[in-house]
Nanobody, 124 residues
């Protein structure tokens, strides 16, 4: 059974840094791209960042470009999201997922096996 477990969320002050982790079990996703999405309160899920399977290409939402960084440790089947210079508008539940379908890197419909998410709350 495939399982994705996100962790590392919490309550931080604006400007602080946070690193989210996502561990995959039950299957290796080293040959898939990985993505992070988030769902702010009362809003739709939105794209945050993605990384190609070999780490050669990355994609970022304009709202996080220059502040967030995605990386993977294939040996640990783990993907990370380093969040720097956090803002109140980064408050959301953050999800990771492997890109298991052909399609846009920034569309959630291209991703499968969603985890339960980890809550990030940024206070001002």
């Amino acid at each position: 059974q495939v399982q994705l477990v996100e962790s590392g969320g919490g309550l931080v002050q604006a400007g602080d840094s946070l690193r989210l982790s996502c561990v995959a079990s039950g299957r290796t996703f080293s040959s898939y791209g990985m993505g992070w999405f988030r769902q702010p309160p009362n809003k739709e899920r939105e794209f945050v960042a993605a990384l190609s399977w070999n780490g050669g290409s990355t994609w970022y939402a304009d709202s996080v470009k220059g502040r967030f960084s995605i990386s993977t440790d294939n040996a640990k089947n783990t993907v990370y999201l380093q969040m720097n210079s956090t803002k109140r508008e980064d408050t959301a539940v953050y999800y990771c997922a492997p890109k298991t379908y052909i399609g846009s890197w920034i569309s959630s419909t291209s991703y499968g096996y969603w985890g339960q998410g980890t809550q990030v709350t940024v206070s001002s």
